[in-house]
């Protein structure tokens, strides 16, 4: 998945085998350094160093993660827009917005892009979970 927007280019991968990828076009536009090589689990988010957008990696991570869950069973509007899938009432439309520390506990309590299994195709079954939690705005 690309994710571009003014200051920032990202690719951000998850294979079935549970590697993430994640690169930064701008400094690295031959995706020679995977900023996430030492992440073994989604849950290990300890174990990342660096930064992105001037944020720790742990926090940049569940937003794409989020961001991956929506495009990988996408239609219509979620499809082109999916910040709106995840944040309904409209108020995030771009990464620097989900980064509000506002927002912490909803990126990290969705599911993660897993696969149960690497086959040859498309098989729903084995592509983990299908849906992202769409952001309530909390009641005071």
Same mark, same amino acid.
């Given at each position: 998945?690309?994710?571009?927007? &003014?200051?920032?280019?990202? %690719? $951000? %991968?998850?294979? !079935?085998?549970?590697?993430?990828?994640? $690169? /930064?076009?701008?400094?690295?536009?031959? *995706?020679?350094?995977?900023?996430?090589?030492?992440?073994?689990?989604?849950?290990?988010?300890?174990?990342?160093?660096?930064?992105?957008?001037?944020?720790?990696?742990?926090?940049?991570? @569940?937003?794409?993660?989020?961001?991956?869950?929506?495009?990988?069973?996408?239609?219509?509007?979620?499809?082109? /827009? @999916?910040?709106?899938?995840?944040?309904?009432?409209?108020?995030?439309?771009?990464?620097?917005?989900?980064? #509000? &520390?506002? $927002?912490?506990?909803?990126? #990290?309590? *969705? @599911?993660?892009?897993?696969?149960?299994? !690497?086959?040859?195709? $498309?098989?729903?079954?084995?592509?983990?979970? *299908?849906?992202?939690?769409?952001?309530?705005?909390?009641?005071?």
């Amino acid at each position: 998945m690309r994710v571009i927007g &003014s200051g920032y280019n990202l %690719y $951000y %991968y998850v294979r !079935c085998t549970t590697e993430h990828e994640l $690169y /930064d076009m701008i400094e690295d536009p031959w *995706q020679m350094d995977n900023l996430l090589s030492n992440l073994t689990t989604p849950s290990d988010m300890s174990k990342l160093s660096g930064s992105l957008l001037n944020y720790p990696l742990s926090k940049v991570v @569940p937003r794409l993660d989020a961001l991956e869950l929506v495009l990988k069973s996408c239609r219509g509007k979620d499809c082109t /827009d @999916p910040w709106c899938a995840l944040h309904p009432q409209g108020n995030v439309k771009s990464l620097p917005e989900a980064l #509000s &520390s506002l $927002y912490d506990d909803f990126y #990290s309590s *969705q @599911p993660k892009v897993r696969f149960s299994e !690497c086959k040859k195709g $498309y098989i729903v079954e084995a592509d983990g979970p *299908q849906n992202a939690n769409p952001y309530n705005t909390p009641s005071d």
